[in-house]
Nanobody, 126 residues
Framework: QVQLVESGGGSVQPGGSLRVSCGVS????????MGWFRQGPGKEREGVAA????????YADSVKGRFSISNAKDKANTVTLEMNSLKPEDAAIYYC???????????????????WGQGIQVNVSS
């Protein structure tokens, strides 16, 4: 049984930084792509960033230069999303998802991801 568990998140003032992580268990495919998505109040879900087993990464235009996705250095099977220079419009519930088929390149956010985490709240306000 594949399980994804998000951690981190919380509240920060505009311009601040937060980190969210996604730990994966029970995933046995040799190839993987993990995506971070978010959904703000009254907004549609949108793709934020992705990373895959080939080392490719992709970012939404709205977060390029501010967010960074990577494999966690201190935890196996964990992907971290570092979020810097946070803006009020970054506030949302952040979800991680994993599947074997997507590629972390242009259009990744439209791919189907089979397994999802429960989501974690990120608040950005003064």
């Amino acid at each position: 049984q594949v399980q994804l568990v998000e951690s981190g998140g919380g509240s920060v003032q505009p311009g601040g930084s937060l980190r969210v992580s996604c730990g994966v268990s029970g995933y046995s495919e040799w190839r993987w792509c993990m995506g971070w998505f978010r959904q703000g109040p009254g907004k549609e879900r949108e793709g934020v960033a992705a990373i895959d087993s080939e080392g490719l990464t992709a970012y939404a235009d709205s977060v390029k230069g501010r967010f960074s996705i990577s494999n966690a250095k201190d935890k196996a099977n964990t992907v971290t999303l570092e979020m810097n220079s946070l803006k009020p419009e970054d506030a949302a519930i952040y979800y991680c998802a994993i599947d074997s088929k997507p590629i972390a390149t242009v259009g990744w956010e439209g791919a189907t991801f089979a397994f999802w985490g429960q989501g974690i709240q990120v608040n950005v306000s003064s």
